[in-house]
Structures are given as C-alpha cells and as structure tokens.
C-alpha cells in the first residue's frame, strides 16, 4: 500500500509550485518534516514559489509552522513566495504563526557608551514619570482633603481609626525597643570616644542634640517605611489584582477617598506621635548607658540636657514627621495602585515602595536640615 504524499512538487524552469495534501497535523510530524527539507534541497535554484495548501484537509499549530518553515526558507533565498488556496478556517492560525518569533537578523554589539548614555536617559525619564505620578497622587489626596472637609460626614472614621490603630498602636513596642538601642549604641560609642580626651560629659549634649532632631524621626520613619508602608502597597496591589478598585470606581466611589486618604492620614497623625516616643526611647537608653558605662548619674544627665537643647530641637524634630510621613503614605499608595495582575508586580511594587519611601524620607531629611540651618534653629 502507497503512503500518501504530504507534499508534491513540480517545478516549470525557475518556477516551482509545491502542493499539500492529507493531514499537516503532528501526528506526521517526522514525514511531513522530511518532505519539507527535501524540498528546500531539491528546489535550490528556482525564483518564484506557489504553496498550494487547497488539499490539506487538516492543519495544527506543528503544521501551521512548519508551512511558515517553508515560506521563509524560501524567501531566505530572495525567491518570490505566496500560498494559495488556504481554507478559512485555518486563516487565522497561519496569520498568528507568521506574526511571531521572527528571525532576527545578527545582533550587533552595542557600543557601551552610548548604552550608558541610554541608561542615564531612561532612568532620568523614569524619575520624570516618578514626580508626576507622586504630583499626581498629591493633587486627588488634595481634592478627597477638600471633599471630606467641606462635608465631613464622607470621611471614614471607623477605617481612619483601624490604620491608625495598625500604624500607631501596633508599632509602638518595636519603635520603643529599636530606638531605645540605637540611643545606648549612641551613648556607648560617645562616651568611649569622648573619654579619650576628658570630655565625658559632652555625650549627653550629643544623644540630645542627635536625637531630637534627626535621628529619632528619622529612625522612626524608615521603620513606619518598611512596616506600614510595604503594607499598604501589598493590600492596595491585592486589590487592584482582585479588581475591587474597579469595583468600587464602578460602584460610584473613589478609590483614593475611600482607600487611600484614611491611611495617609493615618501616617500624618501616628507618626509624629511615634517619633514623640521613639526619641523618648532613645533619650532614656542614653541616659542608661551613659549611667552604667560612663558614670554619669541620672541628675547630672538631665541637668546637662537640659542645658544642652531647647524647645526649637525639639521642634526641628516634630515638624520633620508629619511630611515625612504623607511621603510615605503617598509613595506606598502609587506603588500599590501600579502593580499589575501577577504576584510578581505584587513584589516588585512593594519592594519599589520600601526602598523609594526610605529614600525620599532621608532626601527630605537633608532639605529640612538645610532650611533649618538657614533659619538659625
């Protein structure tokens, strides 16, 4: 018994129309396979090619690519190459072959400087799109601000109070404790330096000075940073993926009213707040330290420092919290409204919202400085 041929060729001089026939399925893989390569072979020299596919009577994603196999080998070779009589049905799928995985040509060795030029170009234009999306962010929180205020009964107290409770009450224990450490590593490196030249006592003016005004709210930032706000921006980008942000949009409500103000807000009243505590932390770990290792008792530290601050260091200090804390709450809300449908972006965002919050918050931090500085406080 003869086995059908799934492809014939006949060739006229420097044309060559080649017929399909049977079955283009995978089933016939390593025949149709065959076929296929002994007619690129056989038919090296000729100009014009016409694939007649009207006697295929089936056709796969392995047939529909191999036919796009041939269809390229051919006009690889400059040969004019078309397929005729296709059946409707199997249109489509050819179409979609032919428009994927196209052969690229040999990849040329970028020149390295103008690939670093390239790169300092798209990460400016990426900070770009970074301050308009944060202007954008900051200008719907105003609006929501203004809509809440001018009718107080659309803010959501019952939510406001539950982030309040996540950012401010639940973190006090770590904040206390983290800060209570830093102000005895302070203390402890002060006073094994200071001791050196007899000056143990300026340790007190430099846990005071220190940790009011910077590293307290500072300290207490970049934790709020990698605690609430890698928080919000894992629970709003759980949202956006399950879709009920488009949920409530198509509801009628605004996304930004109803998710994100009450925890920015939330971050601009705890913050402070925990800042407060923190530096009380840190001050009480001072004193213990430089009580216990350097000999300073309780009464002299605090009389040092009281001598050594005043009430614009504490100041300086407070007024830094409440901005920084909308930088935080306002980067981990457009991290979380920009992740995608997978987990990955879910990662990729938060990890994103982490480290631009920590960032910004010690940029901020150095512009306070500098401003404070120009004022004299």
Same mark, same amino acid.
């Given at each position: 018994m003869s086995v059908e041929t799934l492809l014939e060729g006949m060739a006229d001089g420097d044309r060559l129309r080649l017929a399909g026939n049977g079955a283009w399925t995978a089933g016939n893989a390593r025949r149709l396979e065959g076929e296929i390569n002994g007619a690129m072979r056989r038919y090296a020299a000729v100009k014009h090619v016409s694939i007649d596919m009207g006697g295929v009577e089936r056709l796969d994603t392995f047939g529909a690519w191999l036919l796009e196999r041939l269809v390229r080998a051919f006009s690889g070779r400059g040969c004019d190459t078309q397929v005729t009589g296709l059946k409707e049905d199997y249109r489509h799928l050819v179409d979609e072959v032919h428009t994927v995985k196209l052969e690229q040509g040999p990849v040329r060795r970028p020149n390295q400087i103008l690939a670093a030029l390239a790169a300092v170009g798209h990460n400016v234009a990426g900070v770009g799109h970074s301050l308009a999306a944060f202007v954008n962010m900051m200008g719907a929180l105003a609006v929501a601000l203004l809509r809440v205020v001018a009718n107080p009964?659309?803010?959501?107290?019952?939510?406001?109070?539950h982030q309040l409770d996540n950012v401010a009450w639940r973190g006090v224990p770590i904040i206390l404790l983290i800060t209570f450490l830093v102000g005895c590593i302070i203390a402890q490196q002060g006073i094994f330096h200071f001791r050196k030249f007899g000056a143990d006592i300026y340790v007190v003016d430099m846990v005071g000075i220190l940790v009011l005004r910077e590293l307290g709210v500072l300290?207490?930032?970049?934790?709020?940073?990698?605690?609430?706000?890698?928080?919000?921006?894992?629970?709003?980008g759980s949202m956006k993926m399950r879709e009920e942000i488009d949920a409530l949009r198509t509801m009628g409500f605004d996304p930004i009213e109803?998710?994100?103000?009450?925890?920015v807000l939330a971050l601009v009243i705890g913050v402070p707040i925990l800042a407060f505590l923190g530096s009380m932390a840190a001050l009480y770990g001072g004193?213990?330290?430089?009580?216990?290792?350097?000999?300073?008792?309780?009464?002299?530290?605090? &009389?040092?420092?009281?001598?050594?601050? &005043?009430?614009?260091?504490?100041?300086?200090?407070?007024i830094k919290a409440p901005f920084m804390a909308l930088v935080i709450g306002v980067v981990a809300s457009i991290e979380g409204m920009a992740v995608k449908g997978s987990a990955e972006s879910l990662g990729l965002q938060t990890t994103a919202s982490v480290v631009e919050s920590i960032f910004l918050v010690i940029v901020l931090d150095g512009f306070f400085a500098i401003f404070f500085a120009s004022i004299g406080m």
């Open positions: 009964r659309r803010l959501r107290l019952t939510a406001l109070v300290i207490v930032c970049i934790m709020v940073a990698g605690r609430s706000g890698s928080a919000y921006t894992a629970e709003l109803v998710l994100i103000l009450p925890r004193g213990l330290v430089a009580w216990l290792y350097g000999g300073i008792d309780p009464d002299i530290f605090l &009389s040092r420092l009281r001598e050594a601050i &005043s009430l614009d260091t504490f100041k300086v200090g407070m």
